[in-house]
């Protein structure tokens, strides 16, 4: 078969940081991180923190300390400021809260956006500019939005200002959710930094949500990527059947790759004492477009409904305002996903359905059977996956005229023969993107010896991941990019 | 009192499994002695890579640390095992580049692509053409193809129908050697035509293709029991390094050596070196990982097999590594073969033919190998 089963590490050639689901991670920094930082006096906690955030950030690209430690510090100083003028002089406290968000918009927008804009600027006649290509800092788009939270925060009173600096950068820098999120808001955590309890029962919960990350990232969604890369290679000869099961693949492979990332996350920071918020709950078993927003990625649409849709003044000023205000946070959304068309297109796509199905088909969907609103929903949800991928217009198109162009036929011998192969796997998915495992789990937890099929089970998938990721190490984690 | 506690400390057992695993993986790498060579892999493991403080600045050792450890990993072998049958018993046979298949077989998957095919052919015939000197083609078709009964259910299909069809239409003048139906009537009879861990065709699939080609030439082939054979345990090929299925058994390699062909002389040349042996078969290369060199010692740039006692003449093989165990066949009936490898030899062959006064040619690859060769256009 055509499946490529790579020798050299993808991720190295592409990212260049320590991911989770990596051996130096799991096998080289892990293991003395926990037991240094579980040995050391609870005052130093926080100290230690940072230096192995630093640590864990510059391992692949040093330089880029530089830029975290610069934005750490004027966020504090920032923070300082607001916290110190709130009461006394809003004006000047505001101003600070503006200039912050400047700043930090600046950053984002000169690592981020610098190339784009220029190749758009060329677009217009009589524009010529050097086209530049700066190198994208890993977790900038997470960060960059954490310390926006901070200064809000802490201006609307919703937190108080950090004045232990080692507290702050322990926050801006804290590894589990440094370079794919959850993007925690500061006062969801502001009590944790300096008050938090470790706890046995809480690392075990830790481990075990982090076990069951990592498998989904190593032994789901990295198998659906081959998967769909193998289909999407032929899609003008699959079929129709073959082409809509290769999106399949690749919606699983996406949710899987930044579920597992997340929960890898929540487990970490469980691990170390921190409660993180839940980033997904099972967005691919909704029922609206709507359903799917409030079920996938969590923090972020949290954050752009909070700091950017609200302070717009939400639904608040009447249709048209809304309208407006929708359409701003999801060409927001969809930028903030990369800097590329296809990205704008994918977030205003999703903006123009929830536009519609908050003002037009929310009563039509109503009456409809559950099952038919399931369909409904997953359709667009892949449609929007297939904009999510192509970034060539031309064979967004064509894939998309794949999927219904009946002269294909149904399904070709190479689609169905891989499909074959990957049945197991694609059946798991699906069902482990359901709440079925969940249910089943807290059933079996009533019974008293529960923990020895849980780690069993537990030990296994550890092991498999590790004999996945010491065989193949094909790990391109999608999210890296935003 | 004292079973309660105990229980509810056992309750962490997930966590104690996870830490006594990340740190015994880590204790490992730190005492296991590194590993230099993969003779699986056929390559150089990665070594420590430089730590300076410009390579760790420029990112370049943190990025080579992961592949250096993932090549170091401790039973780096037993994981590598662990996910090839994880593939395989969920469902993705295949998925490594091999089938297992029935019998303990280990076969390649089809190749994806015979785009070089067409142009592989025109250059031969072109070639042969331009040279006038009558040459002959055999291609040896793919295991999977022959064997296709013992393949998985579910299993991609073999093009060499297609790529026989081709290699008809633009072979030219060349004489083709077909024995497809030759091998598919051998197997029946219930002979070994192909290794079960390797992609070659064993010795007796050489010996096959042998008695076809005397038969297209009009020479008399000799017959199977003028040779001494000599079996060899404990073989284990290409297909078994890249299935990572372990417990896969080994293959055995036969040597057969013909009692009557005493004189035959082995020069191997590479570059300006000439090394002269006075046998075709190379037993000390069955001490080695890679046992499959015991035939003309493997690879080379040229080899050249001169058998004095032979009245027959000079012959010139441009071929891949199945000719091996094939050529030693032909010595009984040339009294010169030189073969030569268009992977490492890059000279015009057409002087060759001049200067080594040549009357035939015999062009002898895998179908595989003539539907993707990349070197075959440079023959000139």
């Given at each position: 078969?055509?499946?490529?089963?790579?020798?050299?590490?993808?991720?190295?050639?592409?990212?260049?940081?320590?991911?989770?689901?990596?051996?130096?991670?799991?096998?080289?920094?892990?293991?003395?991180?926990?037991?240094?930082?579980?040995?050391?006096?609870?005052?130093?906690?926080?100290?230690?923190?940072?230096?192995?955030?630093?640590?864990?950030?510059?391992?692949?690209?040093?330089?880029?300390?530089?830029?975290?430690?610069?934005?750490?510090?004027?966020?504090?100083t920032h923070g300082c400021f607001i916290g110190k003028y709130r009461d006394k002089n809003k004006g000047l406290a505001k101003g600070f809260v503006i200039s912050s968000i400047i700043i930090n918009l600046s950053l984002l927008g000169f690592f981020k956006y610098a190339g784009f804009l220029t190749g758009v600027l060329n677009l217009l006649p009589f524009f010529t500019i050097p086209t530049v290509t700066i190198p994208l800092p890993i977790g900038i788009s997470f960060y960059t939005f954490q310390t926006m939270s901070y200064s809000i925060d802490v201006y609307k009173g919703d937190a108080p200002a950090q004045k232990n600096?080692?507290?702050?950068?322990?926050?801006?820098?804290?590894?589990?959710?440094?370079?794919?999120?959850?993007?925690?808001?500061?006062?969801?955590?502001?009590?944790?930094?300096?008050?938090?309890?470790?706890?046995?029962?809480?690392?075990?919960?830790?481990?075990?949500?982090?076990?069951?990350?990592?498998?989904?990232?190593?032994?789901?969604?990295n198998q659906m990527g081959l998967l769909w890369n193998n289909l999407n290679i032929a899609s003008n000869s699959n079929g129709v059947l073959g082409n809509w099961i290769g999106i399949i693949a690749y919606a699983l492979q996406i949710y899987f790759d930044f579920n597992g990332y997340s929960l890898m996350a929540c487990g970490l920071g469980n691990m170390l004492g921190f409660e993180f918020l839940k980033n997904f709950n099972y967005p691919y078993i909704s029922q609206s477009i709507t359903d799917f927003w409030h079920r996938w990625h969590i923090s972020l649409s949290t954050w752009f409904k909070e700091y950017v849709y609200i302070p717009l003044g939400g639904n608040r000023k009447g249709t048209k305002r809304t309208i407006i205000n929708l359409s701003i946070v999801w060409f927001l959304t969809g930028l903030w996903h990369g800097a590329s068309w296809n990205f704008i297109l994918w977030g205003m796509y999703f903006g123009m359905l929830l536009i519609l199905e908050k003002f037009v088909l929310i009563n039509f969907l109503k009456r409809l059977p559950v099952f038919l609103?399931?369909?409904?929903?997953?359709?667009?949800?892949?449609?929007?996956?297939?904009?999510?991928?192509?970034?060539?217009?031309?064979?967004?198109?064509?894939?998309?005229?794949?999927?219904?162009?009946?002269?294909?036929?149904?399904?070709?011998?190479?689609?169905?023969?891989?499909?074959?192969?990957?049945?197991?796997?694609?059946?798991?998915?699906?069902?482990?993107?359901?709440?079925?495992?969940?249910?089943?789990?807290?059933?079996?937890?009533?019974?008293?010896?529960?923990?020895?099929?849980?780690?069993?089970?537990?030990?296994?998938?550890?092991?498999?991941?590790?004999?996945?990721?010491?065989s193949q190490s094909y790990n391109p984690f999608l999210y890296f990019r935003f | 009192m004292r079973m309660r506690k105990n229980n509810s400390f056992l309750k962490n057992l997930t966590a104690i499994l996870f830490c006594l695993f990340i740190g015994l993986m880590l204790l490992l790498f730190l005492i296991f002695p590194k590993g230099h060579y993969s003779s699986n892999e056929?390559?150089?493991?990665?070594?420590?890579?430089?730590?300076?403080?410009?390579?760790?600045?420029?990112?370049?050792?943190?990025?080579?640390?992961?592949?250096?450890?993932?090549?170091?990993?401790?039973?780096?072998?037993?994981?590598?095992?662990?996910?090839?049958?994880?593939?395989?018993?969920?469902?993705?046979?295949?998925?490594?580049?091999?089938?297992?298949?029935?019998d303990n077989y280990l076969i390649n998957?089809?190749?994806?692509?015979?785009?070089?095919?067409?142009?592989?052919?025109?250059?031969?015939?072109?070639?042969?053409e331009s040279t006038g000197i009558s040459t002959t083609l055999l291609a040896a078709p793919t295991t999977g193809y022959i064997m296709e009964?013992?393949?998985?259910?579910?299993?991609?299909?073999?093009?060499?129908?297609?790529?026989?069809?081709?290699?008809?239409?633009?072979?030219?003048?060349?004489?083709?050697?077909?024995?497809r139906s030759t091998f598919k009537l051998s197997l029946q009879q219930g002979n070994q035509l192909y290794y079960k861990t390797d992609h070659h065709w064993t010795t007796l699939g050489a010996y096959t293709a042998y008695t076809k080609y005397c038969d297209a030439l009009g020479l008399i082939p000799t017959p199977q029991d003028s040779f001494n054979i000599n079996t060899y345990n404990n073989f284990y090929g290409t297909t078994y390094s890249k299935?990572?299925?372990?417990?896969?058994?080994?293959?055995?390699?036969?040597?057969?050596?013909?009692?009557?062909?005493?004189?035959?002389?082995?020069?191997?040349?590479?570059?300006?070196?000439?090394?002269?042996?006075?046998?075709?078969?190379?037993?000390?290369?069955?001490?080695?990982?890679?046992?499959?060199?015991?035939?003309?010692?493997?690879?080379?740039?040229?080899?050249?097999?001169?058998?004095?006692?032979?009245?027959?003449?000079?012959?010139?093989v441009i071929k891949d590594s199945y000719a091996h165990c094939f050529v030693p066949f032909l010595s009984e009936h040339y009294s010169e073969i030189i073969m030569v490898d268009l992977r490492y030899y890059n000279q015009p062959v057409s002087q060759m033919l001049l200067s080594e006064g040549i009357d035939s040619v015999l062009v002898l690859y895998s179908v595989d190998s003539l539907a993707t060769d990349k070197y075959i256009k440079f023959l000139r």
């Open positions: 078969m055509v499946h490529n089963n790579k020798q050299t590490a993808d991720y190295l050639l592409w990212g260049d940081t320590m991911v989770f689901s990596s051996l130096v991670f799991l096998f080289i920094y892990l293991p003395p991180v926990l037991l240094i930082y579980h040995i050391v006096p609870l005052r130093l906690r926080n100290l230690f923190l940072l230096v192995v955030n630093l640590i864990f950030y510059g391992w692949g690209e040093p330089a880029f300390i530089l830029l975290m430690v610069f934005s750490t510090l004027v966020d504090y600096i080692i507290a702050f950068g322990t926050y801006v820098s804290l590894f589990p959710q440094l370079i794919a999120g959850p993007i925690v808001r500061y006062k969801d955590i502001s009590h944790q930094l300096n008050h938090r309890k470790e706890t046995l029962k809480g690392f075990t919960l830790g481990v075990r949500v982090f076990i069951i990350g990592l498998a989904q990232k190593v032994l789901i969604a609103r399931h369909i409904y929903a997953l359709v667009f949800i892949l449609i929007g996956w297939i904009i999510f991928y192509f970034e060539d217009m031309n064979a967004m198109v064509s894939f998309m005229v794949n999927l219904v162009k009946p002269t294909n036929g149904i399904i070709s011998h190479y689609a169905l023969t891989l499909i074959i192969s990957y049945l197991p796997l694609l059946l798991a998915a699906c069902v482990a993107s359901t709440p079925i495992p969940v249910k089943l789990f807290h059933k079996f937890k009533a019974y008293t010896l529960c923990w020895i099929p849980e780690a069993t089970l537990t030990t296994i998938a550890m092991a498999l991941c590790t004999a996945s990721l010491v | 056929k390559r150089y493991l990665n070594a420590f890579p430089q730590l300076t403080l410009k390579t760790v600045f420029d990112g370049s050792f943190g990025k080579e640390f992961e592949a250096y450890l993932s090549d170091q990993a401790p039973y780096r072998e037993l994981w590598v095992g662990l996910n090839g049958y994880y593939n395989l018993y969920s469902g993705r046979n295949g998925v490594s580049g091999v089938y297992s298949c029935d998957v089809p190749i994806n692509t015979n785009d070089g095919l067409t142009h592989n052919i025109k250059v031969l015939a072109d070639f042969a009964d013992l393949l998985p259910l579910n299993h991609l299909p073999y093009m060499d129908d297609e790529n026989f069809k081709s290699i008809y239409t633009n072979k030219g003048d060349m004489q083709l050697i077909d024995i299935s990572a299925l372990w417990l896969n058994p080994p293959d055995t390699i036969d040597v057969w050596t013909n009692k009557s062909n005493k004189n035959i002389r082995v020069k191997i040349i590479e570059a300006d070196k000439t090394k002269a042996y006075n046998n075709m078969f190379f037993t000390n290369r069955l001490n080695d990982d890679d046992k499959y060199p015991v035939f003309l010692d493997g690879n080379h740039s040229v080899v050249k097999i001169i058998n004095p006692q032979s009245q027959g003449g000079r012959l010139l």
